[in-house]
């Protein structure tokens, strides 16, 4: 099997970044017309988001005043860190599996020799 070692004369990591960067833009661009039956579903099912969370917040009762800023600011960093989180965990897997891909076609063009 060949190894990420034998493909690096085809490909490097600045490149692998731009394929991924051109991916993502294009896959941003069309997130709202292509919300795939799975996320409709997911969505449904977990109907909170963030301006509901924010209401609930707003809407404690007034001897939470205090507490509210708080409840914010850590709400706000959570979703921050779960996000950097997921796009790292996507540009990684993005990476691999493209990486795989291109494994399996040098592999096939060898083995077919």
């Known amino acids: 099997m060949l190894k990420i070692k034998d ?18 833009e294009e896959l941003y661009s069309r997130k709202g017309k292509l919300d795939d039956a799975e996320i409709r579903n997911i969505k449904e099912d977990y109907p909170i988001d963030y301006d509901k969370l ?43 599996g493209f990486c795989d891909g291109i494994r399996t076609i040098l592999e096939n063009i060898k083995n077919s020799k």
Do not use: C, V, W
């Not at 085809?10 to 991924?20: A, H, K, L, R, T």
């Open 7 to 24: 493909i690096e004369k085809y490909i490097d990591d600045e490149m692998i970044n731009i394929i991924f960067r051109e991916r993502e």
């Open 54 to 96: 924010l209401e609930t917040i707003n809407n404690l009762p007034p001897h939470f005043n205090n507490t509210k800023g708080g409840i914010i600011e850590t709400l706000e960093s959570y979703l921050t860190r779960e996000n950097l989180i997921m796009a790292h965990d996507n540009e990684k897997f993005y990476k691999i």
